[in-house]
């Protein structure tokens, strides 16, 4: 399913036509290096509708298994061809650490093996610390939780796993609140010792109990980051996507709802409603046109 294409192939490939991706463009400078691989080629503009799929989430498990999870009932392995159903059904799904991670029910587990074939247990390991979770897989294992908080006037808050070493009472890493905030929080990326949120169209980087804006879009709101220490930040709107460096941001793909992760000096692209994954090798030099 990997295949390796140039840069001007790969343009070509989303605007010839018949498109099979209209409304889809890449806008890499030219000469920057960056590399465009096609993960899961497109199956058509309309691959997740004629499938009957809808709430579709890209998470990617160890070993940069490619998994798409629909539905809140199943996630379908792509990189060795096989579904799996919930008994139990989901809420959110995020790859992080060495598992596959469901939110249900307020609860965080994975899913093991059920008596049928193609049909998975869930396996609780964590009560979820708020109502309404989503889950946003961060860079070196670490899982950002956000939601309605359980207290007093319920503010939306966020909280983190991982990044830090485990509660030495039970030897499992443990919940970190970062934020409480009047606005919802729709996005989280970071590493555990950097983190960024998303509030509205305003992308900040917290700094204690406070968030400091580093990026604020003039038309849309925020719906998605992505953040890796090698590649920097990105984020994702409901019409595209782009690079944040210090000196300011670039824009690099307009497409419908796309959905971003950054691993080591990568980028991936998910394009939902055609069920496409591209990954940008070199991402991080998009920093240097940032403007």
Known sequence: MTGALSLALACAALAAGPAPLPGVSL??????GIAVRVVVAPAGS?????LGWENVRFA???????WFAHDGSEAANFTQGYRLRLERGFDDVAGAGVALLFASSGDLGYAVAGASAGL??????????????RLFAGDAGVLYVAGRGR???????LWALGGRPPDPATGLPAWRKLLSSTERVTAAAGDGRETFVALGKLVGRLEGATVKGVFLHPREDVSGLAYSRESGLFYA?????GAIGESGSVEFLRAPRPQLLARGGSV????PRALALLRLDGAEKLRSYSR
Do not use: I, K, M
Request: proline share 12%; no cysteine; glycine share 18%.
């Open 27 to 32: 806008l890499l400078p030219e000469g920057s």
């Open 268 to 271: 991936f692209v998910f394009l």
């Open 60 to 66: 990617l498990g160890p070993g940069e298994a490619v």
């Open 46 to 50: 309309d691959a997740a509708a004629r």
């Open 151 to 157: 207290r007093g006037p319920r503010p939306w808050e």
């Open 120 to 133: 998975g247990a869930f396996q609780p390991v964590a009560a979820l610390p708020v109502d309404g979770a």
């Open 237 to 241: 709107t409901a019409g595209g996507g």
